[in-house]
């Protein structure tokens, strides 16, 4: 089937066959469908490179996902996905291709036949010239005594991948240079970060795609205003430039700068120069770990058939859960405290992703697309929200994230981090009863779990692949572009239009609420 010409999941008779199903079996209980199939976990859990997941506990059953496999094909997944890897323009509103597998692809050895294919191969050169500049690079600042702060300076995918990997990895980055990372206009967070740092001893790195973006323009603007200021004397010894727009980053005075490519996007691009900041922290040899870990995911994706294809199966069940049974949000709970800012880079990833109204052809969807994603770490979440996932009004599946072994030499706390996951996923499911209401639990409140062995830069990097390719696994059969976000764009162009305003006052054509907070908010902002 031809790419472009796949239908929409809810065009086919598949789809139509998959509601028959659930409507066949509307109080689905999954403690009842345990006890019906001794093989139901075997059935709905896998291995995948560095993970294994368990799906057991949804509401779905064998016979669902059979008929989701089906309408996946009937949909042309596999046609998607390989023109997805071909580097075909599958980000069909802005002409391009999504090439993120390509920034793992190895020099030698893929683990895909035939891929990168000859025609991929100038850009698969460029790829590898830029990855080797930048972990040289890496080492070299790594290497420099005098260097011991590096700031990142970047927001949403120039931000939040490298921010919450550099977390995550933390055990990997003992002998580099500390790594910090602003996001946000508000000034607070610059001004916090620069209070510790001194201008000699610290490397801006200036991460941004377009080089448009107000707040790291801003960001950036104040930090070399900041480092001459305090007598720093070589801007372009202490700022480099990631960019797809280098000549923008020249044009602030950056000799330096590392490029990537307009078919890589925000939010898949930790893996191109975006990630210098993780590989400065981990090293060259981490950073090449966590290439390879995806790479190993991406060969999973491309070569396991769709019944044993674990991106598949989950972005199916993704599927199921949003537009069969309803469920509005996924509840991420990473148990690992290095993994505290995963939740928000899922956020990006599948909500600027997935969260689109209209298909490919701009027709109005009639399937609600990306659920609210949204979580915090175990065992803290536990102590916050998780009264609402017990005996809350609505379902939300959660997704547990455990690691088995621990990096610390504490004695008392793994065990009973990893116990509280199981202990959680388990009391969502089995519930409890109590005639006199207060302590009933209804349970039957589906949740999914991924085991890691260890959190490395391989297994992690293989984690956030998975991911990846899951979102696209709904987003395809949805029938919308996975890769473009216009929706950010309208609130940018207002907030261009409001800032004059909140120094002049000027309310004129706002609407009423707008203009009654300017009033407010103006005499603040008046011009000094
Ligand atoms: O890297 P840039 O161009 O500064 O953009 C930052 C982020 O802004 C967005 O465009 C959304 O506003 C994201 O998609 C992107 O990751």
Redesign the pocket.
């Known amino acids: 089937m031809d790419w472009r010409e796949r239908p929409r999941c809810d065009e086919t008779p598949e789809w139509a066959a998959l509601t028959r199903l659930a409507a066949a079996q509307p109080d689905f209980d999954v403690r009842a469908a345990f006890a019906r199939d001794p093989e139901r976990f075997a059935r709905l859990s896998q291995g995948a490179p560095e993970l294994f997941a368990d799906w057991s506990r949804s509401r779905i059953d064998a016979a669902a996902e059979a008929q989701l496999l089906a309408l996946a094909r009937a949909c042309g997944l596999e046609a998607h996905r390989d023109a997805l890897f071909a580097g075909e323009p599958v980000n069909t509103t802005e002409g391009r291709a999504a090439l993120h597998p390509l920034l793992r692809a190895p020099a030698v050895g893929s683990a895909i036949a035939g891929w990168p294919t000859p025609a991929l191969a100038p850009l698969h050169r460029a790829v590898l010239e830029t990855l080797e500049r930048m972990l040289a690079y890496a080492e070299a600042v790594r290497a420099d005594p005098d260097m011991t702060d590096v700031v990142n300076i ?5 931000d939040l991948g490298p921010r919450m990997a550099v977390q995550a990895l933390a055990a990997w980055g003992a002998a580099g240079p500390r790594v910090h990372f602003v996001s946000n206009l508000d000034g607070h967070e610059l001004a916090q970060t620069l209070a510790g740092l001194a201008p000699e001893r610290t490397l801006f790195l200036v ?4 080089f ?2 107000l707040e ?1 323009l801003t960001n950036a603007h104040s930090a070399r205003d900041w480092f001459l200021a305090q007598g720093g004397r070589d801007v372009a010894r202490h700022f480099v430039g990631i960019t797809t727009a280098v000549e923008a980053a020249r044009a602030f005075g950056i000799e330096t700068t590392f490029g990537f490519w307009d078919w890589v996007g ?2 898949y691009s930790v893996w191109s120069a975006v990630g210098l900041a993780l590989a400065i922290a981990i090293g060259a040899e981490g950073f090449r770990a966590f290439l390879a870990g995806a790479h190993a995911m991406d060969a999973h994706f491309c070569t396991a058939p769709l019944e044993a294809n674990l991106p598949a199966r989950l972005g199916l069940l993704d599927l199921w859960n949003r537009d069969v049974l309803g469920f509005g949000s996924r509840c991420v709970a990473p148990y690992h405290a290095g993994l505290a800012r995963l939740p928000a880079y899922l956020q990006q990833l599948e909500m ?1 992703s997935n969260g689109k109204r209209v298909d490919l052809r701009g027709r109005a969807l009639t399937l609600p697309t990306s659920p609210v994603v949204w979580g915090e770490p175990g065992t803290n979440g536990q102590h916050a929200f998780f009264q609402l996932l017990h005996q809350g009004t609505d379902v939300i599946p959660v997704e547990f994230l455990a690691v088995a072994r621990a990096r610390h030499g504490l004695v008392g706390h793994h065990a009973g981090l990893v116990a509280n996951a199981l202990a959680q996923a388990r009391a969502l499911m089995v519930g409890q009863d109590d005639p006199g209401g207060h302590r009933h639990f209804p349970g039957n409140r589906p949740s999914s779990f991924l085991l890691l062995e260890d959190l490395t830069p391989r297994s992690l990097g293989a984690l956030l692949a998975l991911y990846e390719h899951r979102v696209f696994v709904s987003g395809s059969l949805w029938g919308i572009d996975s890769f473009d ?1 216009w929706g ?1 764009e309208l609130g940018k162009a207002l907030a261009r239009d409001l800032t004059p305003r909140l120094l002049s006052g000027d309310v004129t054509g706002l609407d009423a609420a707008t203009a009654g907070l300017i009033g407010r908010l103006a005499p603040f902002f008046e011009k000094k």
């Open positions: 970047g927001i949403g995918g120039s991460v941004s795609k377009t448009t973006t790291t925000g939010r600027e976000q950010v």
